[in-house]
């Protein structure tokens, strides 16, 4: 998913990115999936990737967590921003779209753009957005549909249902 997310920012000009940039300020840690910076409108975009919505309160405040240090992250990369903007990519799905709906509310609160207003503010960057976009699966000749994580199930016994043998 990150990949496919890094190539589409090559194509946008004026748009450099930063995968997997890793910070610990303040006591606080972690790592933003893709650091985004248009020089010319000295806009920053954080963007956090996700093939699965579980927690929507661990979600969020992971979230507002980096859009909150994004500014300091990004001058140790030499970008000194204006402005910092957001969008969480999740992978499209079923079950994603369906969790997305069940918390309408908050999304809706957290992150009010969609894809399409994305789409139209990375070619001109102006002001702040918050975005929440659904990512389709498009690696062509995949097997894979979906890009959700392929899960293992095991019986109450701990055999893998798969096998003759129980071990996988």
């Not at 589409?8 to 004026?14: D, H, L, M, V």
């Not at 579980?54 to 500014?71: M, N, S």
């Not at 992250?73 to 969008?87: H, I, P, Y």
Request: positive net charge.
């Amino acid at each position: 998913m990150a990949d496919a997310v890094v190539h589409q920012f090559r194509a946008i000009p004026g748009w450099a990115c930063r995968p997997e940039v890793s910070f610990a300020i303040y006591g606080e840690r972690g790592v933003v999936d893709i650091l985004a910076w248009h020089s010319e409108r000295r806009a920053l975009l954080v963007v956090e990737l996700k093939t699965e919505i579980v927690d929507i309160g661990e979600t969020l405040g992971t979230l507002d967590r980096k859009v909150r240090l994004a500014r300091i992250v990004a001058a140790d990369l030499g970008w000194a921003a204006d402005v910092v903007s957001v969008a969480l990519l999740v992978a499209e799905g079923h079950t994603n779209r369906r969790r997305v709906a069940a918390h309408e509310a908050v999304f809706g609160a957290a992150l009010p753009d969609d894809g399409r207003r994305l789409r139209g503010w990375l070619r001109a960057p102006v002001g702040r957005i918050a975005a929440l976009a659904f990512v389709p699966d498009r690696h062509p000749g995949s097997v894979r549909t979906g890009l959700a994580t392929v899960r293992r199930v095991r019986t109450s016994n701990g055999r893998d249902p798969r096998t003759k043998s129980g071990s996988g």
